[in-house]
């Protein structure tokens, strides 16, 4: 289908009865790395996750890569009895980079209509850690909230401490005062993957400050 000369299709595949049921639960949009040479530990983490999420009704959204934390969080959902959404671009998927795997897949005209598309689908935001793609989904939905463009939550799964330097530097942000003090609120850290969906089982009532 095109739209104001944007790509925007989707790709179902067959869903069952029972995982249209569990679906209404809500999607939590996963943001995290299609690297695939890391610390199996992170992909332990990522699989955890999904199946967690599975385990609690969600659907997963994600970037829908096949390899690294992305294929990972996928697998984890999937072998779980979940539902997952992947949301990739068009030359993503012309590349091979599209996970067979996916239930349901959107393919966007590039990577701006995927984080939009993404966000607009997004009930809740959990990011794992990644490289540049990763931090800029972070922070541009950070920038979002603060902004008050979106109100979806945003959960940080700080594995192995990868995000200690980043929540560092906002934390220095604040002191420094690009950032109010309030603005600490717009992100809740988690340890482990069980924590992380803990948080989105009781969401925080937070009232962002104006960033003016």
């Known amino acids: 289908m095109f739209e104001n000369s944007c790509l925007l299709y989707r790709v179902p595949k067959f869903i069952t009865f029972a995982a249209m049921k569990r679906e209404m639960r809500g999607n939590v949009c996963v943001f995290c790395a299609s690297s695939a040479n890391i610390d199996a530990r992170y992909l332990d983490d990522a699989r955890e996750l999904g199946q967690r999420l ?5 659907r997963c959204v994600n970037g829908g890569g096949a390899v690294g934390l992305m294929g990972a969080v996928t697998d984890g959902s999937l072998d779980a009895g979940g539902m997952v959404t992947g949301v990739i671009p068009k030359f993503m998927v012309d590349n091979g980079w599209c996970y067979d795997r996916l239930e349901d897949v959107i393919v966007t005209a ?11 689908m997004a009930d809740a935001v959990i990011a794992l850690p990644g490289g540049v793609g990763t931090l800029e989904e972070l922070l541009e939905t950070l920038t979002w909230r603060q902004l008050g463009l979106v109100k979806t939550p945003v959960i940080i799964l700080n594995t192995l401490g990868y995000y200690d330097s980043l929540l560092a530097l906002l934390q220095h942000a604040i002191d420094e005062g690009f950032m109010k003090p309030g603005h600490a609120s717009l992100w809740r850290v988690a340890s482990t993957p069980a924590e992380a969906v803990a948080l989105l089982d009781h969401p925080e009532d937070v009232v962002i400050e104006s960033k003016y």
């Open 54 to 58: 599975a385990q609690g009704g969600w």
């Open 110 to 120: 590039d990577m701006h209509q995927r984080k939009h598309t993404m966000s607009e």
